[in-house]
């Protein structure tokens, strides 16, 4: 899935790069759902957990699209590290203490993968984060994203104990929760 900010208007790089992120906005969410049902078909989420983080933290919840056809999404919120939310559970509000950006979801369809906009809303959550003054970034991975994310440079968590294992457990077999630290000068 997913050196410098992309901001609205700019593109993916590599193959297919018509395509770009963009805010997401109520509209998207039927197209956002179907995408999940799609990308996470093990990891269902209800609707209204989308429409919560949407209304909680606009500002982490992005639209991939080529043409005007969504094609993947993001959706990122503050967190607490080590301390991932439930999965198909709202959060109520965000935390007071967040000390990290926590990436609750990135997903690309197939043919969206290889086009540079995993790396691009990586970098847009990096900028996110250190605007917000966060030093970390953290997400759960599911057990075929893992590789990807060995490979942009986020590590297994290991400081949660038994608290973060159980959470974990919740999600289903082979989910790792990981970091990456925040690039300096983003």
């Known amino acids: ?8 208007g700019e593109r993916g790089e590599g193959r297919g790069a018509s395509a770009l992120w963009r805010a997401m906005t109520a509209a998207d969410l039927d197209r956002i759902l179907a995408i999940a049902d ?7 989420e209800e609707r209204a957990v989308f429409e919560e983080r949407l209304a909680l933290y606009p500002a982490g919840c992005r639209v991939a699209e080529r043409g005007r ?9 503050p967190g607490r590290l080590g301390v991932p939310p439930p ?4 959060l109520g509000s965000l935390p007071a203490d967040a000390d990290c950006l926590y990436l609750h979801d990135i997903a690309l369809l197939p ?8 790396t691009a809303v990586l970098d847009y959550a990096q900028g996110l984060a250190g605007r ?8 759960t991975s599911t057990p075929g994203a893992r590789s990807y994310w060995d490979r942009v440079g986020f590590t297994p968590y290991t400081d949660g104990g038994a608290a973060l294992e159980a959470k974990l457990a919740s999600y289903g077999g082979g989910m790792s929760y990981m970091t990456a630290p925040i690039r300096v000068g983003q």
């Open 111 to 118: 043919e969206a993968r290889g086009t540079g906009l995993g």
């Open 87 to 90: 999965l198909d559970t709202p």
């Open 1 to 8: 899935m997913t050196a410098g900010l992309q901001s609205d």
């Open 132 to 139: 917000e003054g966060w030093r970390w970034l953290a997400l």
């Open 38 to 44: 799609i990308v996470h078909p093990a990891y269902p």
């Open 69 to 77: 056809e969504a094609i993947g999404y993001g959706v990122m919120h």
